[in-house]
């Protein structure tokens, strides 16, 4: 039974920083294609970064320059640091793989960019 946690999500004002974390409840980062998602008010969930099991990465052109995903294999996480975050960052940030068939679908972490 594999499943994600994420965590790290909170309030922050425009231009400021913000690292999620998600946790995988077995050893099996090192293998696989995980990805971050997010889904804002009113918005279909999209792919905004993306790390292989060969530490390769990917970046939605929304984000690119301004966030890093990276992992920590002995530690099981994958982590999304978030720079010169925007208003529009506001969403529901989600980690699962990068393709189907998708891991359950947990709660998320909110991340607020507002003044």
């Known amino acids: 039974q594999l499943h994600f946690v994420e965590s790290g999500g909170g309030l922050v004002q425009p231009g400021g920083s913000l690292r999620l974390s998600c946790t995988a409840s077995?050893?099996?980062?090192?293998?696989?294609?995980v990805a971050w998602y997010r889904q804002g008010p009113g918005k279909e969930r999209e792919l905004v970064a993306v790390?292989?099991?060969?530490?390769?990465?990917g970046y939605a052109d929304s984000v690119k320059g301004r966030f890093t995903i990276s992992r920590d294999n002995a530690k099981d996480t994958v982590a999304l640091q978030m720079s010169g975050l925007k208003p529009e960052d506001t969403a529901v940030y989600y980690c699962?793989?990068?393709?189907?068939?998708?891991?359950?679908w947990g709660q998320g972490t909110l991340v607020t960019v507002s003044s």
């Open positions: 699962n793989l990068d393709r189907p068939p998708y891991v359950n």
């Open positions: 790390i292989t099991g060969g530490d390769s990465t």
């Open positions: 077995a050893g099996i980062f090192n293998i696989l294609n």
